[in-house]
């Protein structure tokens, strides 16, 4: 069958089984609501966990900053992209949370695809939870090493793998917190196991960074946990940090190392100084405002306590991200059509973003939702047509 025929028959079959994706064009700054069709709903999908990615410090820090150094670094970072503002950041980045030294990747997919590739060789071993992120995944599927999966969060599991691994080089990677699930990765366990084997530890922090420990640095800090002494930490920048871009933290014989062979690092564009700017400022009011990350906490635990009391379908989450598992992905759809048409943005999650069987709404919680908010959604969640859905999964 000619190619072009293929991909006709792709889509059929993927709209047959509901899970064809569309993008919906939102036609505001992102925030607490968002207009979609000249419709205004309540943003319950973004990651703006801290509602920085429309503050005006990050504003004001990017705008001045393209007034100076213009729109684009012009170059890869060991050409002459990588600027003193560049440099600034990743000064601050390690500083904050507590490592020897960062540096700043243009993505979170770049940065996760650079370690397997400058560590690891033929004949070693990259160890991944099964539920990690699709760039952990494709980072230990491109590089050389064999690639084995344990149980999720199963750090026994994962001991028993690496205790009978006769690989030279070792590398197990994680998510810090689950971005399908909700759910944290058990670090102490992991880390006592990794030192135990001599196993190098990635932990990709997307979603913990920003919001999670003491001081807003992560998961990592959260468990007490050193960045460094063999444990790497990823931070994407535009979650929590509401700008662009990731960075990765650790001591300085890792991060030295990347620099001079990771090739999703060494063959891109740097980040506009712009964006380095906005970072900076993104941390800033991350120390200057704990606040933010009081409210956000205090929202969880509203959301969590409510639809206990409802019963869903929930998975067990005490961060940002709540699932509520659906089952098949025309049962989600069905969902989230119900939400919208309360005012309410929640898109359905289907495979092969999770896998078959669980399909879910995704819900996400923000500093920024009041509880008036928060009310609409348990309101909605708690109707006979949405509990009707549920049931129908459990």
Not at 153 to 174: M, P, R, Y
Not at 378 to 387: G, K, N, T, V, W
Request: glycine content about 8%.
């Amino acid at each position: 069958m000619p190619w072009r025929e293929q991909l006709i028959q792709q889509h059929r079959n993927r709209v047959t089984a509901k899970i064809w994706r569309e993008r919906q064009a939102t036609q505001n700054a992102v925030g607490r609501e968002l207009i979609v069709k000249g419709k205004t709903y309540l943003n319950f999908c973004s990651n703006d966990y801290l509602g920085l990615a429309n503050h005006p410090a990050l504003s004001t820090a990017a705008i001045e900053t393209t007034r100076e150094r213009g729109t684009g670094s012009a170059a890869s970072h060991l050409i002459c992209g990588h600027q003193e503002i560049h440099q600034e950041l990743e000064n601050k980045l390690a500083a904050f949370v507590g490592a020897e030294k960062a540096m700043v990747f243009s993505t979170g997919y770049m940065a996760n695809l650079s370690v397997p590739q400058t560590f690891l060789e033929r004949g070693d071993l990259v160890l991944q939870d099964r539920l990690n992120h699709a760039s952990l995944i494709d980072a230990g599927r491109f590089c050389e090493a064999n690639l084995k999966r344990y149980r999720h969060l199963d750090s026994g599991h994962a001991q028993t793998i690496l205790l009978k691994s006769n690989a030279n080089k070792k590398l197990l990677t994680t998510d810090g917190v689950f971005s399908m699930d909700g759910d944290q990765a058990p670090l102490h366990e992991l880390t006592k196991i990794c030192r135990q084997t001599e196993t190098l530890l990635l932990v990709d922090d997307a979603h913990g960074f920003g919001v999670l420990g003491k001081t807003g640095a992560g998961s990592l800090e959260q468990h007490e946990i050193r960045v460094g002494n063999g444990v790497l930490m990823l931070g994407t920048l535009g979650k929590a940090a509401g700008s662009f871009g990731a960075f990765i933290a650790g001591d300085a014989v890792y991060i030295d190392s990347l620099i001079q062979h990771a090739r999703s690092y060494i063959y891109t564009t740097a980040l506009p100084p712009s964006i380095a700017a906005a970072t900076l400022a993104a941390i800033e009011i991350f120390q200057s405002e704990p606040e933010r990350r009081e409210k956000l906490n205090s929202n969880i635990e509203y959301f969590r306590q409510a639809i206990d009391n409802l019963h869903l379908n929930a998975l067990d989450s005490k961060t940002a991200i709540q699932p509520i598992l659906l089952g098949d992905s025309e049962t989600a759809l069905r969902a989230t059509k119900l939400l919208q048409q309360q005012g309410l943005w929640i898109t359905a999650i289907r495979p092969p973003t999770v896998p078959t069987g669980t399909a879910r709404i995704r819900i996400t919680i923000s500093s920024e939702h009041r509880q008036s908010d928060l009310d609409q959604l348990i309101e909605a969640l708690s109707s006979d047509a949405m509990r009707t859905l549920t049931e129908t999964a459990q």
